[in-house]
């Protein structure tokens, strides 16, 4: 039987064992998806169980994206550009690193129907997954990029990539945007929103990578603007890295939507 692991801190929250897990069933694919939780002292011995073939593929999460690059032997474009891996397996002998949130996010911004050509987005957050969320929307034709983080020094390095993106400060909100996108961890807690104003929206796209919940960010503008949250982003992040194990692209169905949002 093949293992596979997904690796984060914290880890309890993670809905991709039973993702993943869902579609070994159904392909009658003789293998299992666990998650842990590790430390940052682990990732050398976990990288060094794929060489050695125990484990066959992994994902990662918060907050190990960028550092477990330093154990990988080569990475994808989308990887390099975005210095983000959340997927990891052995390819030609060596230990590949790529990333699937830029796809997924840009799949799912299809998927909104809303056209993001010329449009102008405002990023809230600086964090592991934020570096996929610009490429991605670059991707997808959108041609001014505001971004926003209760710490500077983050958003700042993220420029350093990205140095087109424009930084403003915190909360506050551009003059004019089309779409806004929360990367932060704020809206977990069912209490916490995050502290800008934005009752004055109209018509906009608003997007919570947050998955597990519908957070204050979103329910609050539903009647005046239009909401995605992460769900679709995490399936299909999920497909493709299940594509780069097994060769082939997992069906996503409504009984696979069900077995998320349950
Ligand atoms: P990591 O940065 O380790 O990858 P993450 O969960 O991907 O972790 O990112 C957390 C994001 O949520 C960051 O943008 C973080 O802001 P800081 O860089 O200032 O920490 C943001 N975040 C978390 N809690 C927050 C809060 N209470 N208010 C504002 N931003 C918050």
Redesign the pocket.
């Known amino acids: 039987m093949k293992k596979y692991l997904v690796i984060g801190n914290p880890i309890e929250h993670s809905l991709s064992p039973k993702l993943h897990n869902y579609w070994f069933n159904l392909y009658n694919i003789d293998s299992l998806y666990k998650k842990k939780e590790v430390q940052e002292t682990d990732l050398e011995k976990i990288i060094s169980q794929v060489k050695e073939n125990k484990i066959s593929g992994i994902n990662v999460t918060?907050?190990?994206?960028?550092t477990i690059i330093k154990y990988l032997d080569t990475l994808s474009e989308v990887a390099k550009k975005t210095q983000s891996v959340n997927t990891i397996f052995m390819h030609k002998n060596k230990i590949y690193g790529h990333n699937t949130d830029c796809k997924g996010f840009e799949r799912s911004l299809i998927e909104t129907g809303f056209n993001t050509i010329g449009k102008t987005a405002f990023i809230?957050?600086?964090?592991?997954?934020?570096s996929s969320i610009i490429l991605a929307l670059e991707i997808s034709g959108v041609k001014k990029i505001y971004i926003s983080?209760?710490?500077?020094?983050?958003?700042e390095e993220i420029k350093k990539i990205f140095p087109k993106i424009e930084i403003i400060e915190?909360g506050k909100k551009p003059s004019q945007f089309d779409i806004v996108i929360n990367?932060?961890?704020?809206g977990l807690k069912e209490k916490?929103e995050?502290?800008i104003d934005f009752t004055d929206c109209n018509n906009k796209l608003f997007y919570d990578l947050i998955y597990s919940m519908k957070t204050k960010f979103l329910k609050n503008r539903e009647k005046t603007n239009y909401t995605k949250d992460g769900i679709a982003m995490f399936a299909y992040q999920a497909q493709e890295a299940f594509e780069c194990w097994e060769g082939f692209k997992p069906n996503i169905n409504e009984k696979l939507w069900e077995i998320l949002k349950n």
């Open positions: 918060v907050p190990f994206k960028k809230i957050g600086a964090g592991g997954v934020t983080n209760r710490t500077k020094q983050k958003v915190w990367t932060t961890s704020v916490d995050i502290e």
